[in-house]
């Protein structure tokens, strides 16, 4: 018998999706160097708006985000890959991969790339489980920072507010202290809006 082969651990380093170039999902090799590779391209279901992308083992990934069974976090995620008599039971979704860049729209003469595929239920390689994590973190990141855009701008309203009580505060003061010396405050005019223009009686 031949002897048994020691186990080794493998070292395994993620690689998230890299940004396009300019948004532009067919760069040309001038513009690009690196190879295409579809696992780059990040598009989304048409129903649920769930990330969506493509791997070489399990063709079109769909996660659906992330539930919790005995209280252990796990992951929802469908796949095209398989027979399609396998998958003739599971669900079609529209995949939408939105086309920002001038170049995409010339070249395939569409402004979003749209096909249907139908997707069941599997488990997906280490990359896949590893490129959920990465899905989750960002929409963490898009949460908190839509709710810090939200903030400011109710900040902004708040701080106009305040400066037109801070001047209106101040007219008071300076009125009430032309009483205190004796000074008549000048007779405030009054003013009649003629069409788009103030004209003064």
Known sequence: LSPKKEKHDRVRIFTPPKPMLNGCILPGPIAQMEAFTGWSVRGHTEKGNRPTWWCKFDKVVVFDGVEEIEGEMRFKIRTSKGLTVARRRGDTETVVIPMNCAHCQDML??????????????????????RCKWEVEQEKKKKSKDAAEGQNVERGDANRIRAD????????????????????PAPKEPIEIVGSIEERL
């Open 109 to 130: 003469n569409r402004t979003e790339w749209k096909y249907d595929v139908q997707v069941c239920k599997r488990t997906v390689c280490w990359d896949c489980n590893e």
């Open 165 to 184: 009580s801070v001047l209106q505060d101040e007219q008071e003061r300076h009125e009430e202290l032309m009483s205190k010396i004796g000074i008549e």
